[in-house]
Each structure stands twice: as C-alpha cells, then as structure tokens.
C-alpha cells in the first residue's frame, strides 16, 4: 500500500527569472530565461511526495484566477487529490518571483494571497483524510496559527508530523512540540532564534525525546539530530542547475520513506537523493524527481 501523506500549506505561481548574476539594490540586469510554474513549499511539497509514490491529498486556498488553473494542472497530472482545496471570492492566488544565477542560487519573494486565508474550517473538512494517512507536513507559507491547528489535528489523529520551517521565522515553542520532525536549513535553524552550531542549535529545538530534527546543509548532506543520536548523511554529487525547491524535494522524500517505513538514515538518504535530482533541473515543482529516478540514483552509489 502507498504511503498515505496529507500536506496541509502554500500553492504559489512561481514567475522565475534566470541570469547570470543577481541584480544589487538599484541595478538592472538581463535575465536570460523566463518561466512560469507551479511552485509554494506545500505544494512543491505535495507533487514530490506523489511523484515518489505517495497516495497524497492537499489542504490549501488559491484565489479565483488564472494562475488557480496551473495549480489544478500539476495536482491533477500528479495524482494529487484537490478536494480539499477551497477558492477564494477575495484574494488572489499566492505569486513568488524567483531570480536564479548561473551557480544555481536562488533569490525569493512570496506574496502569499489566498494561502494566508486557509481557515480552521478547510482542515475540519479533510478531517477524515487526515486520520487516514500516516503523516501529515507542514510548512510556514500559511497563517501559524492554520499550522499549528493542522499539526494539533494530526497529533490527535494519531499522525506523525512534520513541520518544514520554511520560509525562515521565528516560532512559538507550542508549535516546534508539535512537530516529530523539523526539517530546517541553516538559515531557518538561526531564524528558530537557536545560535551555536549546528547540532547543539537543532538540539535546543527539540523538547522530546521522539522528537528528531533533520538540518538540510545543501552539498554537505544533512545533520540528524534525535535525542542522544547525531549523524551527518552525505549528500549526492550532481550537476546544480537550480536550487529552488530542493527542500521541498527533501521534506517529502522524508516523508515518504519514513511513512514506508524506512529506519532515520535511509530516509534521510533518500530525501537526500530527491533534493540532489531535484537542483539538476530549472523549476520548482516540475523538477522534483520521480521514484524511478530516486531508486536509480539511490542504487548507483
Ligand atoms: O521552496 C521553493 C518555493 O518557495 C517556491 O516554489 C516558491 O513559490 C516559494 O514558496
């Protein structure tokens, strides 16, 4: 049976740039490519979790516009169940312009739109989905108080959660216990307001015993931190064409094998592998790898 998974969180139409190098403050430079596609960390979260081989449904608000059609596309071309998604009469859909440079390197901006208004009600309403799944994701593209409410409803329903803190932020301690796993990068772990290294700082984040923080460090692989147990799992050496999105092709690579059943490492490897097929092509959404891909990648090495 596939693994069941829920992501509760963000549709954005990402509008992405590519150029040889950013623009500072005040300068014009040329791009060199354009691309409008699907993107929003619970989203991309979504579609990478499906194109692994999950059974996956998806909690969220667009607007009603035309950028609501291509969210609709890639869910309905991936196999991600949409019935839970509501359209809103009053805001638009979430929009992110991304400035990706030649090394890969991506700048973001989020206008999250109707995300910000995913209601209590959206996530009663795909109540019975959410007890039927194995885990439930989250990320911090909609109101915190919508994830903290989704995380406490998978918590009584018996899921095991993960909370992606992306974009960076500072959050409440309520919300981190909520989560069985964080999945920062260096960035988001300095924003939870934890200074240090790496290790000692994810470790301050955790108020469980059960609870495990997984550190994504780009090419240096991720840092595993669950209560007395630390281990750095390399990552793939790949051609990096655009980084965007790769944590997202992380977190639901986590998720998927954890939900399969796979000990900490090995999902750990395997998320590892979907973020690294993930930066080898432009996009977002559209450059998550399928399973095949993972399991041949995983399989070469
Ligand atoms: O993680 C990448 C995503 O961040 C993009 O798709 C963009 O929409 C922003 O949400």
Redesign the pocket.
């Known amino acids: 049976m596939p693994a069941k998974i829920v992501v509760a969180g963000?549709f954005?139409t990402?509008l992405t740039s590519y150029m040889q190098r950013m623009p500072r403050p005040g300068e014009t430079v040329h791009g060199e490519r354009f691309v409008t596609g699907a993107?929003?960390?619970g989203s991309?979260q979504a579609v990478a979790a499906a194109r692994l081989g999950a059974d996956v449904t998806f909690i969220g608000r667009l607007g009603k516009d035309v950028f609501a059609e291509l969210a609709y596309e890639i869910w309905d071309a991936e196999g991600v169940n949409r019935d839970y998604v509501a359209q809103d009469d009053e805001v638009a859909t979430?929009v992110?312009p991304?400035l990706v440079d030649s090394s890969g390197e991506n700048s973001?901006v989020?206008v999250l739109g109707a995300n910000l208004r995913v209601q209590p009600a959206d996530i009663d309403a795909a109540r019975d989905k959410i007890a039927e799944a194995d885990i439930l994701i989250v990320q911090l593209?909609i109101n915190l108080d919508m994830v903290t409410y989704a995380l406490q409803v998978a918590k009584a329903e018996g899921l095991t959660t993960i909370l992606n803190p992306?974009?960076a932020a500072a959050l409440p301690a309520e919300t981190l216990a909520l989560a069985d796993y964080l999945t920062p990068n260096q960035t988001e772990l300095e924003a939870l307001g934890v200074g240090g290294a790496v290790v000692e700082a994810a470790r301050s984040l955790l108020t469980r015993d059960d609870q495990t923080a997984v550190v994504t460090l780009g090419s240096a692989g991720a840092q595993i931190v669950s209560g007395a147990e630390t281990a750095l799992v390399r990552s793939f050496d790949v051609d990096v064409v655009d980084t965007?999105?790769a944590?997202?092709a992380f977190t639901a690579g986590l998720a998927v094998a954890l939900a399969e059943g796979a000990g900490l490492a090995a999902a750990v490897r395997f998320a590892n592998a979907s973020a690294a097929l993930c930066v080898t092509k432009p996009g977002?959404?559209r450059s998550t790898p399928y399973r095949h891909e993972v399991d041949a990648l995983l399989a070469a090495e």
């Open positions: 963000s954005n990402d993107g929003g960390k991309n979430g992110a991304i973001i989020v593209e992306a974009p965007t999105g944590g997202d977002t959404a």
